[in-house]
């Protein structure tokens, strides 16, 4: 079954209208220091409010513990949304009490007001379910819809993510149906050829994404710190690389995998070793047979693919009609380390197709090297969620909305 889009929920105009978004923007000393979260909400705030719906934003922010603390206090977050839609919003100093009451009961139509961060109840994210229950209960009192938009959270069975779409009419926004729309056509039917392109610091965080997209895709790029361990595993040495040798037998199972089913598995011929982990360390080029081989020895360490292996990367990403692409090729955070990133980040920018780039940290690459949202197919926002989705796992947060995958 299809996921319940905005349209099923009929005419909202004058109706309370509850939107769950992932406002978990990051913060240094109360100030917002990337508003990306709170822009990818706009298009179903917007809609809603051209519909004269009356609309209560909630989400989480941090880990406050099941308590209010004001370092989590989502107060910013409504001050900069107001900032982005060019009117005010109201913001209600708790979550489900009088103010939250209130503050929902006198909204006219088109307005917007923003609850108190959902977890400083402990009900948000209680395992008991009947606590969980009893927090969406309260939640719900203040609406007559659901409008669920935090992709970031559908993977977890939370109140104001699970039960509250239960409980109320409840419907996707538009974030989350384009994130399926994506992420469903990187599993179901891509074009082809289809490249996925992993990098990263561990194999292990990434088994269930290889696992899963392995037999379904035609390329399988491998860069980053875990490809130390698929390089290790066919017998080269990687000096002080990051190294799961724990991994070896998975990943002799993946390459085994790929060349049975025919699916092109590309490593590095080539990597950047450096003398130490550090942004002003000493480096060069050595190739994958040679890792060791450099003034260095065996204490050397591979902090980013070398310009070789960007050149075989970019050739199979810019010649595939469907890429999808998680996790830095090396270490960007340090600039003398971050030219395999930018070189795969820029051949993804080039693909005649659908591209994708997934994984927190590389979203937050290619937009600290310079590179725009607009130049690739989509960027996901929600990290964990995005993963598990294409782990082919199901999310609670979807399916409560009519997802069967
Ligand atoms: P994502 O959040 O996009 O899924 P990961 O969390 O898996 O990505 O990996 C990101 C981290 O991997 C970055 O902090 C980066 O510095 C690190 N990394 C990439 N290549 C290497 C490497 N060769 N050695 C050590 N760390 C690396
Ligand atoms: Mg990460």
Known sequence: MALRTLASLGSLAGKRVIVRVDFNVPLKEGV?????????ALPTLNYLINQGARIIACSHLGRPDGAPDPKYSLEPVAQRLSELLGKRVAFAGDTVGDAAQSTAAGLADGEVAVIENLRFDPGETAK????RRAFAEQLAALGEALVSDGFGVVHRKQASVYELAEILPSAAGFLIEKEVDVLDRLTENPERPYAVVLGGSKVSDKLGVIEHLLPRANKILVGGGMAYTFL??????????????????TVKGYIAKADELGVELILPVDSVMASAFSADADHVVAQADALEDTPYGPEGMGLDIGPATERIFADAITSSRTVFWNGPMGVFEMPAFASGTKAVAQALTEVNGLSVVGGGDSAAAVRQLGFT????????????????????KKLPGLEVLGWEG
């Open 373 to 392: 949202d607009d130049q690739f197919g989509h960027i996901s926002t929600g990290g964990g969620a995005s993963l598990e989705f294409l782990e082919g």
């Open 128 to 131: 008991d379910e009947g606590e």
């Open 232 to 249: 290790a595993a066919q017998g080269f040495k990687v000096g002080k690389s990051l190294l799961e040798a724990d991994q070896f037998d």
């Open 32 to 40: 917002i220091t990337d508003d990306g979260r709170i822009r990818a």
